[in-house]
């Protein structure tokens, strides 16, 4: 019992250090639901390639985003961060 409500905490955490973030924040929200290219983010946030790469980085290791055919997707993660707003 205790293994899960450590879990439980870890995952809260993990979902409030993403959310502590406005770019992290407008990169959830721009990928969406139907997905986005690196190319489409870029340009439709206005991010430098470093403002980009590190918190899309961050949020791919983090497990809220994958990238699929050059195509970056929300996990359950993702789309559980976007429904928080």
């Not at 206005?46 to 290791?61: C, E, P, S, T, V």
């Amino acid at each position: 019992m205790v293994e899960k409500k450590e879990r439980d905490r870890a995952h809260h955490e993990k979902l409030f250090k993403a959310s502590m973030s406005p770019i992290r924040r407008q990169i959830v929200a721009a990928i969406g639901i139907h997905g986005k290219t690196r190319e489409e983010l870029k340009k439709e946030l206005n991010l430098d390639d470093f403002q980009l790469k590190f918190n899309l980085d961050w949020l791919i290791r983090e497990g809220f985003v994958v990238e699929e055919d050059g195509k970056l997707k929300l996990t359950d993660d993702g789309i559980e961060l976007l429904e928080a707003g």
